[in-house]
């Protein structure tokens, strides 16, 4: 199975702090997201990344950053945290392909990172 | 993406009792799926749909994908105190991007 690590659990930052988001998956996948859930809201696409060095804006890019130099290794970037930031931030991997039976195309979650920003 | 209405947002459910909560969309999709939030987890995948009308079942789960394929439906049968989380539904077109719906938080009465 998948594993997809995300290596915070809980973090409290300070407003204007600088904040990293780490993401490891296990199984070679080209693709990498990352997600914010909030309640309400079910979850929206910050950034994804469907290669090393490649990345996309999802649907609420805007104080987010990304980094992909590893193929295993996808990392959220908030350059200054604000308060509105609060939340939990969810990564996912996904194989090759687009949708098919094999199911192989679907997304592995981690099990989340909720950051608190003071 | 676009944001899909998935409903009811909360429900208390009866231990034993079948539920539904459902999904819709103003777009088409080529894949609809559930997944499964624990508290203090990541969603879990509970289910695929990939042909309108397929029906697929997961043990005591069930999901349709709807004939129009704006569409989805979850069952839960016999419920049981472990149901609790959040469900999400997903779709996605034809772009390397899913569309989720807000969830639906189900607690279980004892």
Known sequence: ?118 | GQQLNQSPQSMFIQEGEDVSMNCTSSSIFNTWLWYKQDPGEGPVLLIALYKAGELTSNGRLTAQFGITRKDSFLNISASIPSDVGIYFCAGRSNDYKLSFGAGTTVTVRA
């Open chain 1, 1 to 118: 199975d998948v594993k997809v690590t995300q290596s915070s659990r809980y973090l409290v930052k300070r407003t204007g702090e600088k904040v990293f988001l780490e993401c490891v998956q296990d199984m070679d996948h080209e693709n990498m997201f990352w997600y914010r859930q909030d309640p309400g809201l079910g979850l929206r696409l910050i950034y994804f990344s469907y290669d090393v060095k490649m990345k996309e804006k999802g649907d609420i890019p805007e104080g987010y950053s990304v980094s992909r130099e590893k193929k295993e290794r996808f990392s959220l970037i908030l350059e200054s945290a604000s308060t509105n930031q609060t939340s939990m931030y969810l990564c996912a991997s996904r194989g090759p392909g687009l949708a098919g039976p094999s199911g192989a195309n679907v997304l592995t979650f981690g099990a989340g990172s909720r950051l608190t920003v003071l």
